[in-house]
């Protein structure tokens, strides 16, 4: 079943907007648990979800750069959770792994989140237990951590993008661990949402200066944007500002990517501008914005970049090397590979739903990718061998790209590997304790595509 989707020309729904815990508003308390909500459109059943706070997305958390940022959360939920708080440098006690930096909260249970947040920018929380069930369901939102001087806008806009894989009744197709998923492209869904709504309805001038804010929380599917009525500039990827804004034309965001845009309103009052999903060369509004009226100023300039957050040196010239590489997975046939210490077959790894492996291990070891010093540059070459793409995210760092020109890409925790593909990133691994390292696409996490790394003291 594909529910209804809506092109660029389609009518305007509702308006819908994110609720919002303000600074003040701390400890904050985050309840995980069940509601019934409606996710597909009208005519459709509500949807039995698991969001924070009863609701999809969940709220959007705010603090100024430098806070300390404490969040108490309970578990309503039939199951054991935690919250991942990522991309943002934390203490490795505050990063929600179960089993590596914390025990899960159990049903009925309480756990209090603390650390200082050192980077402006845009994040995100979701659960690491269960992740492609509970994420599927409905438990995610935005955490934004101001810049200390606002930026120079008229509005702006969190939006969340989404998909969800739904029966005819509006209820979640089951299982979440289907075979297929696991060793293809994941659990892609059937129905797209922004900020959980079927299509999302806003207001400006034209001439307006917005930023949106956005963030990909699909377990599997990947974003081709683009922007109609209005001229935009990308100013951070996933938390971190460009050195210099990019003229936005097409915008590839991965699962547990996040884009900050800059974008001027170019639409005439009266008309409308649109963020535009592409597929299949066919373009669909994620959000409709509806222009009214014209400011009292005239279109600005190029944005001036954002403040950079403070990041480490990397010294590529002493840099530790370790490679990464994916293999496995469909149409590609991976022989063997090591499971819970044993060396087994494809047939043994599929019958245990292990479909991938990083360098011939699939899944969690005792033993980390790689060890290193406090302060020590990093280098992986990431090499896919495998069908398919995959968002290779890094737990408590942010990473640069290094280019076949020897230049260096934007700040990243996550990073969309393609096909075929080698990519080679580099850090600083300034962080102490053990991190995890996986694909974000997260039936092939599931499936043995996560390891982790160890920074000592």
Do not use: K
Request: overall charge negative; aromatic content about 8%.
């Amino acid at each position: 079943m594909r529910l209804s989707r809506r092109d660029v020309l389609s009518g305007l729904a509702a308006s819908a907007t994110l609720p919002s815990l303000s600074w003040a508003a701390t400890p904050r308390v985050l309840t995980a648990t069940a509601a019934q909500v409606q996710l597909a459109p009208q005519g459709y059943p509500e949807t039995q979800i698991w969001g924070y706070d009863g609701q999809v997305p969940g709220p959007v958390l705010r603090a100024r750069q430098g806070d300390l940022f404490q969040v108490d959360l309970v578990n309503d939920l039939r199951e054991p959770t935690t919250i991942h708080w990522h991309g943002i440098r934390l203490p490795n006690a505050m990063d929600g792994v179960p089993g590596m930096t914390q025990a899960a909260v159990p049903p009925g249970g309480r756990f209090r989140y603390e650390f200082r947040v050192p980077d402006a920018g845009t994040y995100w929380y979701h659960p690491h237990f269960n992740s492609v069930e509970q994420i599927s369901r409905g438990l995610s939102g935005v955490l934004i951590v101001d810049e200390a001087e606002p930026s120079q806008i008229d509005a702006e806009h969190a939006i969340v993008l989404d998909d969800w894989r739904l029966t005819q009744e509006a209820g979640f197709v089951t299982p979440f661990d289907h075979r297929h998923d696991l060793s293809h492209a994941g659990r892609i869904g059937n129905y797209v949402t922004a900020n959980g709504q079927d299509q999302l309805s806003l207001t400006a001038r034209s001439g307006d200066r917005l930023r949106l804010r956005l963030v990909n929380i699909a377990t599997a599917r990947i974003f081709d944007l683009a922007l109609s009525g209005l001229r935009g500039w990308v100013v951070a990827l996933d938390g971190m500002p460009l050195d210099a804004p990019q003229q936005m034309e097409r915008l590839l965001l991965a699962p547990a990517q996040r884009a900050d845009i800059i974008a001027d309103v170019t639409a005439a009052s009266g008309q409308e501008a649109f963020l535009v999903s592409v597929e299949r060369g066919e373009g669909f509004a994620m959000a409709s914005i509806t222009v009214q009226g014209q400011t009292d100023h005239d279109l600005l300039a190029v944005p001036d970049p954002l403040p950079p957050n403070e990041m480490p040196n990397l010294d590529l010239g002493a840099a530790r090397v370790t490679e990464l590489v994916m293999q496995g997975g469909a149409m590609r046939g991976m022989q063997s590979a090591r499971w819970q210490g044993q060396e087994m077959s494809m047939r043994e790894l599929v019958q245990n739903g292990q479909f991938w492996s990083f360098n011939g291990v699939a899944g969690m070891t005792d033993t980390p990718l790689l060890t290193a010093a406090r302060g020590e540059t990093v280098r992986i070459p990431i090499q896919n061998q495998t069908a398919f793409p995959h968002a290779m995210h890094l737990h408590g760092h942010h990473f640069r790209e290094v280019l076949a020109d020897g230049a260096l890409g934007p700040w990243r925790d996550t990073l969309l590997v393609h096909a075929d593909e080698t990519r080679h990133i580099a850090f600083v691994a300034d962080n102490p304790g053990d991190w995890m390292f996986h694909c974000h696409m997260l039936s092939h996490q599931m499936a043995g595509m996560m390891s982790w790394i160890r920074v000592t003291a």
